[in-house]
């Protein structure tokens, strides 16, 4: 509990997003898989949901009570039964600005704090390395031209880092960590194939 404390909210929902973009990728592929069996195969919802474990029982019979009572699948009156069109893009689907950070206020501020620094760490930057070149230009002590330099160069480094941080506030990894792209691929284009 002591570490979860220390360590900043925006810190862990770079991780935990990561988790989560994984599988909205896979469920975006899913759905593309199930769309095909049912348009091109004519399965119900039910055959092409194959869900052969005992853990997935109530999961089946959940959704056979849906279809029993409601339809196949039950959707509200006047509400479209289609998908939305396809995400062509991985950073679509990987969109973790729109998806979360906005809406995050750890996020959202630890965002907007990393710009700002990241805006002060260039000028550092950029004056240490100026001053060290001038400092080496007229022969000053080697100790403060190299700590000039190694300023300059940690600054830049510290920058570049934050930039990293920034950029998973803005678009998730691809690509997924748990699954890798050639597993949903395939599962897509034998669904394509009519395997």
């Given at each position: 509990?002591?570490?979860?404390?220390?360590?900043?909210?925006?810190?862990?929902?770079?991780?935990?997003?990561?988790?989560?973009?994984?599988?909205?990728?896979?469920?975006?592929?899913?759905?593309?898989?199930?769309?095909?069996?049912?348009?091109?195969?004519?399965?119900?919802?039910?055959?092409?949901?194959?869900?052969?474990?005992?853990?997935?029982?109530?999961?089946?019979?959940?959704?056979?009570?849906?279809?029993?009572?409601?339809?196949?699948?039950?959707?509200?009156?006047?509400?479209?039964?289609?998908?939305?069109?396809?995400?062509?893009?991985?950073?679509?689907?990987?969109?973790?600005?729109?998806?979360?950070?906005?809406?995050?206020?750890?996020?959202?501020?630890?965002?907007?704090?990393?710009?700002?620094?990241?805006?002060?760490?260039?000028?550092?930057?950029?004056?240490?390395?100026?001053?060290?070149?001038?400092?080496?230009?007229?022969?000053?002590?080697?100790?403060?031209?190299?700590?000039?330099?190694?300023?300059?160069?940690?600054?830049?480094?510290?920058?570049?880092?934050?930039?990293?941080?920034?950029?998973?506030?803005?678009?998730?990894?691809?690509?997924?960590?748990r699954r890798p792209p050639s597993?949903?691929?395939?599962?897509?284009?034998?669904?394509?194939?009519?395997?």
């Open positions: 509990r002591t570490i979860f404390k220390i360590v900043p909210r925006w810190w862990s929902h770079l991780s935990q997003n990561a988790i989560l973009e994984d599988d909205q990728i896979f469920l975006h592929k899913q759905e593309r898989v199930i769309e095909l069996q049912r348009s091109v195969h004519k399965l119900s919802y039910a055959q092409a949901c194959y869900m052969p474990t005992k853990a997935d029982t109530y999961v089946g019979a959940f959704r056979k009570w849906v279809a029993d009572i409601g339809g196949d699948p039950a959707w509200p009156k006047g509400m479209v039964q289609a998908l939305p069109p396809a995400t062509t893009t991985n950073s679509a689907l990987l969109d973790r600005f729109h998806a979360h950070t906005k809406n995050c206020k750890s996020c959202s501020v630890a965002m907007g704090n990393l710009v700002k620094i990241r805006k002060v760490l260039r000028v550092v930057s950029l004056i240490a390395l100026v001053a060290a070149a001038a400092a080496f230009a007229r022969s000053v002590s080697p100790k403060i031209s190299m700590g000039l330099a190694v300023l300059a160069a940690a600054t830049a480094l510290a920058r570049e880092v934050m930039g990293g941080w920034v950029q998973k506030m803005k678009v998730g990894p691809y690509p997924p960590p597993m949903m691929e395939s599962a897509l284009e034998s669904a394509r194939l009519g395997r």
